[in-house]
């Protein structure tokens, strides 16, 4: 981007909506403790990344996603729901809370990105089904690489945002995702024996990495964190993830799927892959255009999760 597109960028988070504070976050930044931290949590981030997709590629089986491409109803339904509810619900809250230019992209970029992991997981919580979960996770991940480029052009084009996205480097940053996941893949083909410990040995290290980067991060920010995030962004966070749930067991109960399927679906539609978000705000926008708001995915990371695990409770609770 050029020096005019930062400063409106940057123009665009000091009105009244918007993130405050950037300006002190810059300024720390700036300085040599500063850089360091921030490159640091850049390589983390791709690590997780790289990682994150090495164990969703040892959870995929081509015998499974042959027998859902053969009756593709609930692929295509949970496709229809990841790629149409979720953008569909981030542009909307940007423009009725009328978000910033930059906290906007941040929010579009979160809610079009494909399912991730964390979604597998909750699905088998609420005993869902698990096939359709990871066929699913794989086919939207596969997608990701097309109708990310695509819905981020389209609803940016309705914000007058399209020549502020770096759609460059998105586009990189996704084809990179594939290497890692075709490598889980072939390890789960080679040595199906080993699969369940590097998913678990994975989802360790993403943990334990997620970690140093909130420690960090509140090294770097931690006393301003909740001052640079605007109210509304982060009522906009909060009410992503439960739009996602109740709309997609919603289409899933239109179309007439299984109670299971309800609930894979709901799974699928509202639990975004923050990790891949994440790497995208961190690596694809300069440090002076992001600031701050490469933490954004993992705010949406804690909404997500804590209503997840509400819903989780409640049908425990009623079985």
């Known amino acids: 981007m050029n020096n005019t597109d930062k ?17 002190i976050t810059l300024e720390w930044m700036d300085g040599a403790m500063g850089k360091a931290i921030d490159q640091v949590i850049s390589v983390i981030s791709i690590i997780i990344l790289f990682i994150t997709m090495i ?3 040892c959870t995929m089986e081509i015998s499974r996603i042959k027998v859902y491409i053969l009756k593709p109803k ?4 949970a496709l229809v729901s990841q790629y149409g509810i979720m953008p569909l619900t981030a542009f909307s809250l940007t423009k009725v809370f009328k978000l910033s230019s930059i906290e906007a992209i941040s929010v579009l970029i979160c809610g079009c990105c494909p399912g991730g992991t964390v979604s597998n997981i909750f699905s088998l919580a609420l005993n869902g089904d698990m096939n359709l979960s990871i066929v699913m996770t794989t086919c939207s991940t596969t997608l990701a690489l097309g109708m990310m480029p695509l819905l981020l052009y389209l ?30 893949i072939f390890l789960n083909h080679r040595y199906p024996q080993y699969s369940r410990t590097i998913t678990k040995t994975g989802l360790f290290i993403l943990l334990i990495a997620a970690i140093i980067i909130a420690i960090l991060s509140a090294m770097s920010i931690g006393d301003i964190l909740w001052t640079l995030f605007s109210p509304h962004l982060i009522i906009t966070t909060a009410l992503m993830p439960i739009i996602g749930y109740t709309s997609g067991y919603a289409l899933a109960t239109l179309c007439r799927l299984s109670e299971r399927c309800k609930r894979t679906v709901s799974m699928e539609t509202g639990m975004q892959n923050v990790q891949l978000c994440s790497t995208i705000l961190k690596v694809a926008f300069c440090r002076e255009e992001i600031g701050a708001l490469y933490l954004f995915p993992l705010i949406f990371l804690v909404f997500q999760v804590s209503e997840a695990l509400i819903l989780v409770v409640i049908y425990r609770s009623r079985r």
């Open 74 to 77: 609930g692929i295509l339904i």
């Open 155 to 184: 609803y940016c084009k309705g914000l007058s945002l399209v020549n502020k996205v770096p759609y460059k480097e998105i586009s990189i940053t996704l084809i990179s995702t594939l290497i890692p996941c075709s490598i889980g």
């Open 55 to 57: 164990s969703l590629g």
């Open 7 to 23: 400063e409106y960028l940057w123009k665009g988070t000091c009105n009244g909506n918007s993130t405050p504070g950037v300006n």
